[in-house]
């Protein structure tokens, strides 16, 4: 498995401003992606963190909204930014460490938007 | 129809019963299963890999049948600490990996 760590755990923002997640893991890793989880609903990829390039999108994710960094093979960020309520969720990176593809979860961010 | 689905339950089942959830998927072309345990306020915690032939950890059996396109998890003599929601996993993976997660199950063990 992975030791993963995100800061903050959790913040309460007004509309308007941005917030920056910080992910960190413990050791490199191959892949690390950022997910959200709104209430009551499952896991959106939103995005795959790219070492060295602009991060992968999903379908109904942009770069000017979401970006993220991979400054290195054990960390990343995600910046939520110009927030609304609707981006109220919390947020979880997850790393994968081989070809198995089996995703190890960060404990999330619980972001709450005023 | 999803991509995945999955009964989002609550199935409510006394302890010591043997329960079974099923999920199934859309794209023939999925390759790698998984089923996540996920806590209420936790993250997802892989509980375990489904093969194709099958495994087997403990109480816990995982099936995948790609014929019919279901993925299967049994949980025999249920405990009180298997409250949780069961997230069922698929994975497309070529030169971009493209994972989707099911709605996920909710499980209550009753004393």
């Known amino acids: 498995s992975a030791v993963i760590s995100q800061k903050p755990s959790r913040d309460i923002c007004q509309r308007g401003t941005s917030l920056t997640i910080q992910c960190q893991v413990d050791?490199?890793?191959?892949?690390m992606f950022w997910y959200r989880q709104q209430p009551g609903q499952s896991l959106t990829l939103i995005a795959t963190a790219n070492q060295g390039s602009e991060a992968t999108y999903e379908s109904g994710f942009v770069i000017d909204k979401f970006p993220i960094s991979r400054p290195n093979l054990t960390f990343s960020t995600l910046t939520v930014s110009n927030m609304s309520p609707e981006d109220s969720s919390i947020y979880l990176c997850?790393?994968?460490?081989?070809?198995?593809?089996?995703?190890?979860f960060g404990p999330g961010t619980r972001l709450t938007v005023t | 129809r999803k991509e995945v689905e999955q009964d989002p339950g609550p199935f409510n089942v006394p302890e010591g019963a043997t329960v079974a959830f099923n999920c199934t998927y859309s794209n023939s072309a999925s390759q790698s299963f998984f089923w996540y345990r996920q806590d209420c306020r936790k993250e997802p915690k892989l509980l375990m890999s489904?093969?194709?032939s099958g495994n087997e950890d403990g109480r816990f059996t995982a099936q995948l049948n790609r014929a019919s396109q279901y993925i299967s998890l049994l949980i025999r003599d249920s405990k009180l600490s298997d409250s949780a929601t069961y997230l069922c996993?698929?994975?497309?993976?070529?030169?971009?990996?493209?994972?989707?997660f099911g709605i996920g199950t909710k499980l209550q063990v009753i004393p």
């Open positions: 050791s490199q890793v191959t892949m």
């Open positions: 996993v698929v994975n497309v993976i070529g030169g971009y990996q493209k994972v989707t």
């Open positions: 997850s790393v994968v460490r081989d070809r198995a593809y089996e995703q190890y």
């Open positions: 489904v093969y194709s």
